[in-house]
């Protein structure tokens, strides 16, 4: 994974690019994905900046803007839950699908061969240019299951 000075630098170059100031809210947004592990709601992210910068002021507004910016730019990915919104991390790991829980809310992150060779099969045979995918399957965890 990209180290977080690099990070830093196309973060500026992105901010930039679209003729918005750098500001230490904004570098928040971005250190805040790239410092926790998993995936996180707008509102878990404003949160977590609250609790661990106390002295910061920052609108909720900067965190949804911030996380647009990244996303478009592919620094961050996110994983809709309809009207619930959107779950956001970031987006420079490795390739991974995603099995959700519809009872808790868990994301259990996994990766398999066999799947992705076979998306690669199907865009082929359709003549389809593949450009990305994302797979999400929605069930119910082993500790949901277990209360049952």
């Keep these: ?3 977080y000075p690099a990070l830093l630098e196309q973060f500026k170059s992105l901010l930039k690019n679209n003729t918005l100031k750098f500001t230490k809210q904004r570098e ?10 998993g995936h996180f709601t707008p509102e878990d992210i404003h949160r977590l900046i609250k609790e661990e910068y106390p002295d910061i002021n920052i609108g909720i507004a900067t965190v949804y803007r911030t996380l647009t910016l ?9 994983i ?7 779950k956001y991390e970031l987006g420079l790991k490795a390739h991974h699908d995603h099995l959700i829980c519809s009872q ?5 992150e996994f990766y398999d ?4 060779k076979k998306q690669e099969e199907i865009a082929k045979r359709f003549n389809f240019q593949m ?15 277990e209360k049952q």
């Design 28 to 37: 928040l947004v971005l250190k805040c994905l790239y410092s926790h592990q």
């Design 70 to 78: 990244l996303e478009n730019e592919g620094i961050a990915s996110s």
């Design 80 to 86: 809709s839950f309809g009207t619930q919104g959107k």
């Design 1 to 3: 994974m990209t180290h």
């Design 131 to 145: 450009q990305d995918h994302t797979m999400k399957i929605i069930g119910i965890c082993q500790k949901c299951q």
């Design 104 to 108: 808790c809310g868990a994301i259990i």
């Design 113 to 116: 061969e066999t799947i992705e």
